[in-house]
């Protein structure tokens, strides 16, 4: 579990961040969204204290990060995983080595049991012959399920993904989604997530934030944002046709129900 | 960022095999450029050397004289690390810059990788050997002048390897030597920084090289200054 207490972030005299707090529950997916410039990123990087809050508390297990010694500090960045946006993949190495590379760096197990390690966590992620090949010779959506595999490679406690699925097509951002899903049932991991893609939030949101310029405008869960009387996450969320029809539909099965149930009473 | 260069270390099987990757590249690799160089160069040395000895009085051995001394003393140190702030630095600025702006250093950082240790250290550790290259220039330099001056009909053999022996000040190559230790470390140094520190896009990875190659060379002809003024006078 992740606690995060009024926390403040500037750059050059202008608030980013304006004070957000929440919760991010373990085994759960959590989504963080909000148009771009609204302060996700930012957020993300704090939580993964890339940069550092000028104002507030991030609690990992009850631990404040600004409390920790530089050893702890060190574990607990052990115990994060994180998807870049762009995958992030390292340009030297073939997909079996970047895969290998956090154990090869923090573990003293040899070669052959961080080789079986890597290619155990391969096959979950569905990548099929391509231990071999390079970052660029492969595609977007097998990037990303390497940078998948090489954030869990080391069991860790915390996932963090920026715009998982950006940059794919509907199909395979769905796969993505639901590979996020799954492993962080799998594993029991607080997994952490920026989006934008509407479809996340449909198919993932267990919990979900809205931010907006850089205020946390609203929270709840994806069956909770069909209902919402909140204005800027309507507009947000709903900005497409395809959108407002699905709402639609969904609020009024939800009203047939609730009328069926009175009738029935 | 020095301090943290030698901070917290990175795992030596890992950083070994970076280290031996880094001198493959920036002196293995580099060699090839550098004789090339170095060779013609000084057989132009010696060739404008002799095309100026116009006074018959002047003995012919001042070919292999000056040939040596410009090679040695400027030449291979300091020449050649100007080369190489174009070769090598862009490199690694631009390697380094593109690791930041496809957000690869962060995964390191995120993972609880010191940085500047993973990046920039291998880079110091192989550029130590980098006296090696200017060894190899300095031969070649006076060898390409030897074969200019004989094969172009200056001077004869032996009246080259006269000039090349007389008056010799072994101190002569401690210096060159001590000077290339100090360029080696700008060399490593300056462009990590201007690759680890830039921000942007593709377009501004160009930019940090051509601002690291302008840095680098201007600090390497004050610190050839600075240097030659203690040591020589």
């Known amino acids: 579990m992740i606690e995060v207490q009024n926390i403040i972030k500037s750059f050059d005299g202008t608030e980013i961040i304006k004070g957000v707090s929440t919760v991010f529950d373990k085994g759960k997916t959590n989504l963080i969204i909000g148009q771009s410039g609204s302060g996700k990123t930012v957020f993300l990087k704090c939580l993964l204290s890339l940069f550092i809050a000028d104002s507030g508390k991030i609690l990992f297990e009850g631990k404040g990060l600004k409390k920790m010694s530089i050893k702890e500090r060190s574990i607990l960045r052990q ?173 009024k099965d939800e009203s047939d129900e609730e009328q069926m149930g009175t009738t029935s009473a | 960022m020095i301090k943290s260069i030698f901070g917290k270390f990175t795992k030596w099987k890992i950083l070994k095999q970076l280290i031996l990757k880094d001198i493959d590249t920036l002196i293995i690799g580099s060699m090839g450029i550098v004789s090339f160089i170095s060779f013609f160069v000084g057989g132009v040395v010696s060739i404008q050397t002799a095309l100026n000895l116009e006074n018959p009085l002047l003995p012919k051995n001042l070919i292999g004289f000056a040939t040596r001394q410009s090679v040695i003393l400027e030449f291979a140190p300091t020449f050649i690390s100007i080369i190489m702030a174009g070769k090598v630095g862009s490199y690694i600025t631009s390697s380094i810059g593109t690791m930041r702006v496809t957000e690869q250093i962060d995964a390191l950082e995120v993972m609880g990788i010191n940085t500047y240790n993973y990046l920039i250290f291998p880079k110091i550790v192989a550029l130590s050997l980098y006296p090696l290259v200017i060894c190899v220039s300095m031969f070649l330099g006076v060898f390409g002048g030897y074969m200019a001056c004989v094969y172009g009909g200056f001077s004869s053999s032996s009246e080259f390897i006269e000039g090349i022996q007389l008056d010799f000040i072994p101190f002569h190559i401690t210096y060159a030597f001590i000077k290339t230790g100090f360029f080696s470390f700008v060399l490593a140094t300056i462009p990590s920084y201007h690759g680890y520190f830039m921000t942007g896009g593709a377009l501004e990875v160009g930019k940090a090289s051509t601002v690291s190659f302008v840095w680098t060379s201007v600090v390497i002809i004050l610190l050839n200054y600075l240097i030659t003024q203690m040591l020589l006078t």
């Not at chain 1, 079996?96 to 391969?122: C, G, H, S, W, Y």
């Not at chain 1, 097998?142 to 097509?169: H, Q, T, W």
């Not at chain 1, 198919?203 to 310029?213: N, P, V, Y």
């Open chain 1, 79 to 251: 115990e994060m995983g994180m998807v870049f946006q762009g995958s992030a993949l390292f340009d030297s190495m073939n997909v079996e080595e970047n895969i290998m590379f956090p154990m090869q760096m923090f573990t003293q197990k040899d070669d052959d049991e961080i080789r079986d390690r890597a290619n155990l966590v391969i096959k979950r992620v569905n990548l099929i012959n391509a231990n071999s090949k390079y970052p660029d010779e492969i595609s977007g959506g097998m990037k990303k399920r390497v940078a998948i595999a090489r954030a869990i490679v080391m069991n860790p406690k915390y996932l963090f993904c920026d715009e998982p699925n950006s940059g794919l097509d509907p199909k395979t951002a769905i796969l993505i989604d639901n590979l996020i899903q799954e492993i962080t049932a799998e594993y029991n991991i607080t997994t952490v997530i920026n989006t934008h893609d509407m479809n996340s939030v449909m198919e993932i949101g267990e919990k979900i934030i809205f931010l907006k310029d850089g205020l946390k405008s609203w929270e709840g869960t994806k069956e909770e944002i069909f209902n919402t009387e909140n204005e800027a996450v309507t507009n947000f969320v709903y900005s497409s046709d395809l959108f407002k029809k699905v709402r639609e539909v969904y609020l």
